[in-house]
């Protein structure tokens, strides 16, 4: 499961739900160790030492996740591998930005949010769209994609298979006798008796 190759549609499936699920694991993170009340009601600093260590070991999960999940999709396109690299490695520094920034962050300061994190993040977006984007090395999979459809039954074939399976044999060669051509003068071309 985790070393088969995946078509774009299956890489962007699974990293939507990836995302989502980081999304939400997040959330139980902060309830479960020190709550969204105590989270914004704290000082920047050591009362959210827990809190950002769950962070930093869950999202550097989620890296691993995104990391299997992207080099099965660029191993599928044979992309070049500075791409996946540089995907996985600026994915595993936001991780670790996310979680101390949590440990900086002032809610009554605004300020406090630090902008490269957000530069970070668009250059993780347009890696994950070159990836994403990469044509397949050996053309579409059929067999991928009635995979991720659960077809019933085989792949109808096209409603023309027939005649194109017929016009597929070689012709047969002609062996009709050459048309005798008229001896003399040729016949002026022209309209009606008189012509032009």
């Known amino acids: 499961m985790f070393t088969s190759s995946i078509g774009r549609l299956r890489f962007f499936l699974y990293s939507a739900a990836a995302t989502v699920a980081e999304i939400v694991a997040i959330v139980v993170c902060i309830a479960g160790t020190i709550g969204f009340a105590g ?42 591998s500075w791409i996946l690299w540089a995907y996985i490695v600026f994915s595993a520094i936001y991780a670790v930005l996310q979680a101390g920034t949590m440990l900086v962050i002032d809610f009554g300061n605004p300020d406090s949010v630090p902008g490269g994190l957000n530069l970070l993040g668009l250059s993780i977006f347009g890696l994950w769209v070159t990836i994403l984007v990469a044509k397949p090395a050996g053309g579409v999979d059929i067999d991928e994609l009635t995979s991720v459809f659960d077809f019933d039954g085989a792949v109808p074939a096209p409603a023309g298979g027939g005649m194109m399976a017929a016009s597929a044999a070689p012709p047969a060669p002609r062996t009709a006798a050459p048309v005798p051509q008229p001896i003399g003068r040729p016949r002026p071309a022209g309209f009606g008796k008189r012509g032009l």
């Open 39 to 80: 989270l914004i009601n704290s000082t920047p600093g050591p009362s959210r030492q827990g809190m950002a260590g769950v962070i930093l070991v869950m999202s550097l999960a989620f890296v691993l996740l995104r990391g299997n999940i992207a080099w099965r999709r660029s191993r599928d396109a044979k992309g070049r």
